[in-house]
């Protein structure tokens, strides 16, 4: 059963990342990113971790995807064109991401019976453990992070504001 | 180390933010008309409790605070030192820059805080989460500080360049995070290094530590990864470029220098080849690249990628003598540097009025005191003995040749003499020639904040450069810390996470 729906999600979210890419209409991109972002929700979910399967339907296929379209839409963007930077962008990114499946793949590899440490479902793993470590091991990178947010609204209202 | 409060051990980026917080609360009170002054001299009076904060801070017995996210010692201490220094000063040199030239100026305080408080976090975080989102506050509000010339065509070109640019190299961090996280299943700096003791997979830690380098390397403008620098340079507003060429880069060393020191201190056969092919081609990317240029804000841009190679060339000293080398280069660096971009500053005004070499052209003779300071600093970056920038070299390179690396040692030199020149043309301009009859004279009188601001920064370039002894005994004390004790305490975050 978790094969199975591993298998079929895993081919969902490769085939929306391939068509993410293929797809010429900023739109479709889109819509094949949701389909991503989804699939990955569920994998997350096989492994047990049922809070990040839920952060990752909101945060990621929810609020950050209407952004996206809304900005496609502010944009009225069309069709994307051929340009050189783009066959340089194959010529490049094709051998890079190749480059970088290679080194994953053979770290994998490799190290497969030395993992141990890092595996997800070995700790953090459900909510009450996330939060644990999210309120508790890291509440100062927690707090600080409100710091952050205020530079952002300020650095909105100076950028975006018309000096009076 | 459990009687020691954990807020003492951030206290003073507590001081700090809640400055800023109140410099923007009492933003709206004033009227929309009225001098931001007092937000000013508020930021000022913050910072100088920051600095107050960190002094008592050294009296603590050095530990780490909130489940070892931060470490408050003596090496953090001496980069809050530098840190609030370079902000101080910022903000004494910028009291009269914005005023009349921008509404946002009370915002312009407050940002400059903020951006403060993530640097200063930086230099005491031990955890990698936390290293990320204090580089991140650092990160924008230095974005936003280079878009505040908003009517001209460059700042906000420089503003968009260096946030795309910089947050591309803020994910190569992040990922280099996660890596480290995956090989070692930590993200606390202590746990890696006793992770990478009990042989986690080189292969994985590798990779991790490139990515990080190249994420610390765009902050700091190494050579590869400097090509942002000129042009965000150009476009930000002088005492702003001051502060970031100095403060955001001081605090990305100083998590460098935790990471190679720290957590990778036993992998130095991995770092040092990269670090010293980075401080190479920094050195020598940055110096000849400045020798083409004419416009004097991208020439010290050049310039100060080419500091950056110098300071990394401490990294090659053996632990403690590099690491208090490179700290004494940092304080030295941001008293020239921050100096230089002062005086331009004032110089040019507002609108940059003066942006070639040739509108420098004779000035001495009609500001004789700001040509005589910004001389003291082209001097001091040259490295003139007397100066800071001569004692910053010397202990750079001398710990470079005493841990064997005479060859770095002998490039190092060869790229000063370079520099030289570029300095030297920029003094002849201001001394030799006759006043360019074009330019209208400049009716912007000296104010006594940015007077202040000035002579503090030429007292400290004499200071550090004739009697070098406190700092850098400061700054041993710092390197010490990653010698004398490795494992300064014990690791509130190994412990295993209680199960019900």
Redesign the interface.
């Known amino acids: 059963m978790h094969l199975a729906l591993f298998v079929i999600f895993g081919l969902f979210c490769l085939g929306g990342a391939l068509n993410l890419l293929l797809q010429r209409h900023p739109i479709n991109s889109a819509l094949s990113l949701i389909v991503v972002m989804s699939s990955l929700a569920v994998l997350y979910l096989l492994l047990g971790a049922e809070f990040l399967a839920l952060a990752q339907i909101i945060v990621y296929s929810g609020a950050i995807m209407v952004l996206f379209v809304f900005v496609i839409m502010l944009l009225n963007a069309g069709e994307e064109e051929k340009t050189h930077g783009s066959r340089a962008a194959y010529l490049a990114g094709i051998p890079g991401v190749l480059a970088l499946f290679c080194v994953l793949a053979s770290t994998y590899v490799t190290l497969r019976t030395s993992f141990g440490q890092a595996r997800l479902g070995n700790f953090i793993v459900t909510t009450e453990e996330l939060s644990r470590v999210l309120f508790r091991n890291l509440l100062l990178p927690f707090e600080v992070t409100s710091i952050l947010i205020l530079v952002a609204i300020l650095g909105a209202v100076v950028l975006a504001r018309k000096e009076q | 180390m459990t009687e020691v409060s954990p807020v003492l051990r ?1 206290l003073p980026e507590v001081l700090l ?1 809640l400055t800023g ?1 109140l410099v ?1 609360l009492l933003e709206p009170v004033i009227d ?1 008309k009225a001098s931001r002054k007092p937000l000013g001299f508020l930021a000022i009076s913050g910072t100088l409790a920051a600095i107050a904060a960190t002094g008592y801070q050294l009296q603590l017995p050095p530990g780490t ?6 470490q408050s010692d003596a090496f953090s201490a001496f980069f809050h030192f530098v840190i609030c220094g370079i902000v101080l000063v910022t903000l004494l040199v910028s009291l009269d820059y914005f005023e009349g030239h ?3 100026v009370g ?2 305080y ?2 400059i805080l ?2 403060a ?2 640097m200063m ?1 930086m230099t005491s975080s031990v ?1 990698l ?2 290293i990320f ?2 580089l ?2 650092s990160s ?2 230095t ?2 500080l280079a ?2 010339r ?2 001209s065509a460059t700042s ?1 070109e420089a ?1 968009i360049k260096y946030f795309l640019l910089g947050s591309f190299a803020t994910s190569f961090f992040l990922y280099g995070i996660a890596l480290c ?5 930590s993200t606390n700096l202590f746990d890696i290094a006793r ?1 990478i003791a009990s042989g ?2 080189p ?2 830690l590798t ?1 991790a530590f490139g990515m990080m380098l190249i994420g610390l390397g765009f902050k700091v403008s190494l050579a590869p990864f400097h090509v942002w620098t000129p042009d965000v340079y150009e476009g930000a507003p002088a005492p702003v470029v001051g502060l970031m060429s100095t403060a955001p880069k001081a605090a990305a060393f100083a998590v460098l220098l935790r990471i190679c020191y720290g957590a990778y201190g036993t992998m130095t056969h991995l770092w040092m080849p990269l670090i010293w092919i980075l401080a190479v081609l920094s050195m020598t990317i940055g110096n000849l690249g400045a020798l083409t240029q004419r416009n004097v804000k991208r020439m010290l841009a050049y310039s100060s990628i080419a500091h950056a190679g110098y300071l990394l060339v401490a990294f090659t000293s053996l632990a403690a003598l590099g690491i208090a080398s490179a700290g004494f280069y940092t304080a030295a660096y941001a008293a020239m540097n921050v100096g230089a971009f002062a005086v331009l500053g004032y110089l040019s005004g507002f609108d940059e009025k003066r942006t070639n070499l040739i509108d420098y052209a004779g000035i001495a003779r009609r500001h004789p005191v700001a040509a005589a300071a910004l001389s003291v600093f082209l001097l001091s970056l040259i490295g003139i003995p007397f100066t800071a920038g001569f004692f910053g070299k010397f202990y750079v390179f001398t710990g470079a040749l005493n841990s064997g690396n005479a060859w770095l040692a002998v490039l190092g030199l060869l790229n000063s003499g370079v520099a030289a020149f570029y300095y030297l043309r920029l003094l002849a301009q201001m001394y030799m020639l006759p006043a360019e009859p074009t330019l209208e004279p400049n009716t912007m009188r000296a104010r006594p904040g940015f007077i202040l601001g000035v002579a503090i920064l030429v007292f400290a370039v004499f200071a550090l450069g004739i009697f070098p002894n406190r700092t850098l005994s400061l700054a041993r004390d710092a390197g010490a810390t990653f010698t004398s004790h490795p494992n300064p305490v014990p690791q509130p ?1 190994a412990e295993a ?1 209680p199960q019900q």
């Not at chain 2, 605070?65 to 931060?70: D, E, I, L, T």
């Not at chain 2, 996280?181 to 299943?185: N, Q």
């Open positions: 951030i933010t917080v923007m929309i605070a909130f489940f070892g996210s931060v921008t509404t946002y915002e312009y407050a940002l903020f951006g408080v993530g976090l955890e989460l936390m989102i204090s991140e506050i924008i509000s974005y936003i878009g505040y908003k009517r906000p503003s996280f995956g090989a070692t299943g992770g986690a997979s292969l994985l990779v975050q996470i």
